[in-house]
T-cell receptor
Framework: DAGVIQSPRHEVTEMGQEVTLRCKPI?????LFWYRQTMMRGLELLIY????????DSGMPEDRFSAKMPNASFSTLKIQPSEPRDSAVYFC?????????FGPGTRLLVL | QKEVEQNSGPLSVPEGAIASLNCTYS??????FFWYRQYSGKSPELIMF????GDKEDGRFTAQLNKASQYVSLLIRDSQPSDSATYLC??????????FGQGTRLTINP
């Protein structure tokens, strides 16, 4: 199995632009998580899905952030409009049982 | 008070010695406890998890849990330079989501 796949791996954009991050979980995993990691705040859970249904989005910082999971093999995290403080590494993780497997992350820089 | 607290380090340990990493948590309802390792520029990877009070061993790694003290630790025996990384403690409640500590940066000196 290829593991959790994320794209793009790096994204540089200007303030105000829309950013879409993509994730393909490991086949058969029933949970999908979106995290954000910064030096200041560490690794924070943004939202998670169970069987494609959003369960808890209390970590989404504000309305500029939205996430979807239209099917079991694909999820997106969208930021519109983006701001410099959104610069971070965004990880997607999927889980079956107790083990979460993280994707390689998307390093986002908003100028 | 942060939900999961770790000493940020850096923790420096000579090669071959035992590295001891500590974590405290605030939610007494926490059910599951995890240790992740993260190399610089990489994603976190699970080392081991523990549910019950006491020790759990896996190779050179031992996780220790004391729910009364709300304390989790990770011991790494015979430390190797390849163990140099940031170690993240994570705690899960009934809600299935993990809360991570800030991580402890560990350096093993040859």
């Amino acid at each position: 199995d290829a593991g959790v796949i994320q794209s793009p791996r790096h994204e540089v954009t200007e303030m105000g632009q829309e950013v879409t991050l993509r994730c393909k979980p490991i086949s058969g995993h029933d949970y999908l998580f979106w995290y954000r990691q910064t030096m200041m705040r560490g690794l924070e859970l943004l939202i998670y899905f169970n069987n494609n249904v959003p369960i808890d989005d209390s970590g989404m910082p504000e309305d500029r952030f939205s996430a979807k999971m239209p099917n079991a093999s694909f999820s997106t995290l969208k930021i519109q409009p983006s701001e410099p403080r959104d610069s971070a590494v965004y990880f997607c993780a999927s889980r079956l049982g107790e083990t979460q497997y993280f994707g390689p992350g998307t390093r986002l820089l908003v100028l | 008070q942060k939900e999961v607290e770790q000493n940020s380090g850096p923790l420096s340990v000579p090669e071959g010695a035992i590295a001891s990493l500590n974590c405290t948590y605030s939610d007494r309802g926490s059910q599951s406890f995890f240790w992740y390792r993260q190399y610089s520029g990489k994603s976190p990877e699970l080392i081991m998890f523990i549910y019950s009070n006491g020790d759990k061993e896996d190779g050179r790694f031992t996780a220790q849990l004391n729910k009364a003290s709300q304390y989790v630790s990770l011991l790494i025996r015979d430390s190797q330079p390849s163990d140099s990384a940031t170690y993240l403690c994570a705690v899960a409640s009934w809600a299935q989501k993990l809360v991570f500590g800030q991580g402890t940066r560990l350096t093993i000196n040859p």
